[in-house]
C-alpha cells in the first residue's frame, strides 16, 4: 500500500496572488495528476506527468502552472488567483498505463477573498 | 461538450433498493471504464473498473459495459445509507501511456430509511 498527501489542507489567498500547492506520495508510482473538482461536481485534469520532469497540459490548464521534479512530489502554482474561486484541488497517481488505477489524496481546499 | 455523460444528476433510493446509473462515452478512442465514489468531504475511491464487452459483479454492485455504444452501467442493490456518495464515471484509453482519465459530472446518490 501507500499514501498520497497534499498540503496544505485549507489554502485562503488574495485576488492576483500566486499561491502552490504540494503533492507527495510513496507508492513509486510513474504518473501524477492534478485535477479540479469545483462543489458537487466531476474532476476536471489541469496537468498530468508521466515521469520525473515530464509535464503535460489537461483541459484546464490555464491558468496554472506545474512542477515535477522528482519521481514522489508534483507541485501545482494558481499563477493569479480569481476573486471568489472556491474549489478543491486533487492530486492523484498511478502506475503508467490506461488499465492502471488512479489514487487519490485527500485535497487542498482554496478560498480566494 | 463534456465527453462522458452520467444520468441522472441525483437520485434518491429507499434503503434495501436499487440503484442504477447510466455513463455514456462520446470519445471513440476510450477503451476503459471506471467508476469512482466519492463520500461527501472526501476523496474519490475506485470502486469497480470494467474493460471488456458484458458484465461484471463484486458483491452488491454489478457494472456492464456496451463497448459498441460506449455506455456502461453501475447497479447497486440493497442500497445501504452508506452508499449515499457522488458517483462519478470515468473513461480512459485514448492513447499513450497516460492513463489521462475523463470524468463525467456525477450522480449523486442519496439512500433513504
Known amino acids: 500500500g501507500g499514501i498520497i498527501t497534499q498540503t496544505p489542507k485549507f489554502l485562503i489567498g488574495q485576488e492576483g496572488q500566486k499561491l502552490t500547492l504540494k503533492c507527495q506520495q510513496n507508492?513509486?508510482?510513474?504518473?501524477m495528476y492534478w485535477y479540479r473538482q469545483d462543489s458537487g461536481k466531476g474532476l476536471r485534469l489541469i496537468y498530468y506527468s508521466i515521469t520525473e520532469n515530464d509535464l503535460q497540459k489537461g483541459d484546464l490548464s490555464e491558468g496554472y502552472d506545474a512542477s515535477r521534479e522528482k519521481k514522489s512530489s508534483f507541485s501545482l502554482t494558481v499563477t493569479s488567483a480569481q476573486k471568489n474561486e472556491m474549489a478543491v484541488f486533487l492530486c492523484?497517481?498511478?502506475?503508467?498505463?490506461?488499465?492502471?488505477?488512479?489514487?487519490f489524496g485527500p485535497g487542498t481546499r482554496l478560498l480566494v477573498l | 461538450q463534456q465527453k462522458v455523460q452520467q444520468s441522472p444528476e441525483s437520485l434518491i433510493v429507499p434503503e434495501g433498493g436499487m440503484a442504477s446509473l447510466n455513463c455514456t462515452s462520446s470519445?471513440?478512442?476510450?477503451?476503459y471504464f471506471w467508476w469512482y465514489r466519492q463520500h461527501s468531504g472526501k476523496s474519490p475511491k475506485m470502486l469497480m473498473?470494467?474493460?471488456?464487452?458484458g458484465e461484471k459483479e463484486e458483491g452488491r454492485f454489478t457494472v456492464h459495459l456496451n463497448k459498441a455504444s460506449l455506455h456502461t452501467s453501475l447497479h447497486i442493490r440493497d442500497s445501504q445509507p452508506s452508499d449515499s456518495a457522488l458517483y462519478l464515471c470515468?473513461?480512459?484509453?485514448?492513447?499513450?501511456?497516460?492513463?489521462?482519465?475523463?470524468f463525467g459530472e456525477g450522480t449523486q446518490v442519496t439512500v433513504i430509511s
Open positions: 473498473s470494467i474493460f471488456s464487452n
Open positions: 470515468a473513461a480512459s484509453g485514448t492513447g499513450g501511456l497516460s492513463g489521462k482519465l475523463t
Open positions: 492523484a497517481s498511478s502506475m503508467q498505463g490506461d488499465q492502471d488505477t488512479q489514487y
Open positions: 470519445d471513440r478512442n476510450v477503451d
Open positions: 507508492f513509486n508510482h510513474d504518473t
